[in-house]
């Protein structure tokens, strides 16, 4: 930080005299944020975020086409669209930085909420995208669920689908989870035992070996079809409309877009053949449009 240690302690003392409640836990062993100091020191990684975009924005003014771009998505959502999007980013604006990250939603929003990720690309099952930030629904896919091992008869009941394990990548108590989104539909209740594995490698891997029910998006139908022959695993059958993943692009404020990640979003949307989305929109459903249409 480039001061010295007495200094440093007089400017955290000063600030909580400011603010009235205590940054840091003191003792004999040393120091630890308090709870005020973790929420300050959260805001204040966003606030720095936010002071480097100023840079960029002025370099941008100026004609430069550099800046960084940091992208959170989850799997679903790694599409052919979103790999003609990068392809066009990079011709347009090649001295960029871009980053790609693979992610779990909870941690897309997280970064999004602190500034170290601009754009996110979240699939889920819900209607609606995460409150409190801007939100478009860029388009939707199939679905499909499978269980491990050889099963006779593919058909199963909407009972059995309450009664038996599952694996499930995120939080099974989640709304716009699958696991919720198809059970409430018909009226069942949730299983009571289901492993939640965030890793897509073992994901896969307790899917083969488990006989457990894991569900799958459009993107894995093709890499799932052998073991589907093999016996490995059974593709089911549901007496009932099976829920469609959306694909939301999701970001904090539109105003507040870098020119990289707005010109990214202008290329990604032109890139989806059809959005049934008319603009960006927010929780509450409030419709909120775009810098160009304004």
Not at 122 to 140: A, M, T
Not at 212 to 228: G, K, M, V
């Amino acid at each position: 930080m480039h001061v010295t240690q007495p200094a440093l302690s007089k400017a955290i003392r000063e600030l909580e005299r400011e603010l009235g409640v205590p940054l840091l836990v003191r003792s004999a062993k040393g120091a630890m944020l308090s709870p005020y100091g973790h929420m300050i020191a959260k805001r204040s990684r966003a606030i720095e975020k936010e002071v480097e975009k100023i840079f960029e924005e002025v370099d941008s003014l100026r004609g430069e086409l550099s800046g960084r771009l940091s992208i959170g998505l989850t799997p679903p959502a790694g599409a052919s669209y979103v790999a003609d999007a990068v392809k066009v980013f990079r011709r347009e604006r090649p001295a960029a930085q871009l980053q790609l990250m693979e992610l779990r939603p909870a941690q897309i929003t997280d970064g999004l909420r602190d500034g170290s990720i601009d754009l996110g690309l979240i699939s889920h099952y819900g209607e609606e995208g995460p409150v409190g930030y801007k939100w478009s629904k860029l388009y939707s896919i199939e679905s499909l669920l499978a269980v491990g091992g050889k099963r006779a008869n593919p058909r199963i009941g909407f009972q059995e689908l309450s009664e038996m394990d599952w694996i499930a990548l995120d939080d099974p108590d989640d709304p716009s989870g699958y696991i919720r989104t198809l059970l409430s539909q018909f009226s069942v209740p949730m299983p009571t035992n289901v492993v939640r594995c965030t890793s897509v490698g073992l994901y896969f891997e307790l899917a083969r070996r488990l006989t457990a029910i894991t569900h799958w998006a459009e993107s894995a139908f093709i890499p799932l079809q052998p073991l589907f022959q093999e016996g490995v695993m059974t593709r089911l059958e549901v007496d009932g409309k099976m829920p469609r993943l959306n694909i939301f692009l999701v970001y904090q404020d539109e105003d507040l877009l870098t020119p990289s990640a707005a010109q990214f979003v202008r290329i990604l949307r032109a890139s989806v053949p059809k959005s049934p989305t008319s603009g960006p929109r927010e929780s509450g459903n409030r419709l909120h449009s775009s810098k160009e249409d304004r």
